[in-house]
């Protein structure tokens, strides 16, 4: 697929954010879309660009990149034969989806896009990206006074564990689709289980 391709070339090295995580977000996404009848080809596209642009999380403009990202998309869409129509479907869905918008997706497109992204950012592989961008900016693991976050409201600008009560336990709630909601509470699990055994080892 062209446009897969063109991706690949494009998306920065960021563990967190690489071509992987858009190859495992679209696999959910399909996965999704087939059980809600939404328009696969649409949902792979929105998928496939929903990244073109990824700021580090310490960069002021990271709050900018899913709506640049949309911005983006469309001049690429436009290579690939898409009608104006489908164009305006993929990129609103592209802008909609980051969690620091607050927005759900007007679009059956737009909500499984929004649903198979924050699946990747819980679970096994969550824990994982997590770590790896708590590593890359520099973030203590935990705060030694209280770890998990009892007495004090979550910081995640410092403390890597910090951002699994200020986003990842809350993801499952925010799920716009029924198959998006049934796996985001198996992964769920998976944070609980392992928050539960870092209390005995810490």
Same mark, same amino acid.
């Given at each position: 697929? !062209?446009?897969? %391709?063109? /991706?690949?070339?494009?998306?920065?090295?960021?563990? &967190?954010?690489?071509?992987?995580?858009?190859?495992?977000?679209?696999? *959910?996404a399909q996965k999704i &879309?087939? %059980?809600?009848? &939404? *328009?696969? !080809?649409? #949902?792979?596209?929105? /998928?496939?660009?929903?990244?073109?642009?990824?700021?580090?999380?310490?960069?002021?403009?990271?709050?900018?990149?899913?709506?640049?990202?949309a911005i983006m998309a469309r001049k690429i869409l436009k290579k690939y034969h898409y009608t104006s129509d489908e164009i305006e479907t993929i990129s609103d869905a592209i802008r909609d989806h980051s969690f620091s918008k607050g927005v759900t997706p007007r679009s059956l497109?737009?909500?499984?896009?929004?649903?198979?992204?924050?699946?990747?950012?819980?679970?096994?592989?969550?824990?994982? !990206?997590?770590? &790896? #961008?708590?590593?890359?900016? *520099?973030r203590s693991f935990y705060n030694k006074d209280d770890p998990f976050c009892k007495n004090r409201i979550p910081n995640d600008k410092i403390y890597t564990l910090d951002h699994f009560y200020r986003k990842l336990l809350l993801l499952e709630k925010k799920m716009n689709t029924k198959s998006g909601k049934r796996e985001a509470r198996n992964r769920t699990r998976v944070l609980k289980k392992f928050i539960n055994d870092l209390q005995k080892e810490i």
């Open positions: 697929m !062209r446009l897969e %391709k063109e /991706v690949q070339k494009r998306t920065r090295s960021d563990s &967190a954010h690489d071509f992987q995580h858009i190859m495992r977000v679209l696999k *959910n &879309a087939r %059980k809600e009848r &939404a *328009n696969i !080809r649409l #949902v792979t596209a929105a /998928v496939l660009l929903h990244d073109i642009i990824s700021y580090p999380k310490s960069d002021p403009r990271s709050k900018n990149s899913s709506s640049e990202s497109e737009g909500k499984i896009l929004q649903d198979a992204d924050r699946l990747d950012a819980i679970g096994a592989i969550g824990i994982a !990206r997590t770590f &790896a #961008v708590g590593g890359a900016e *520099n």
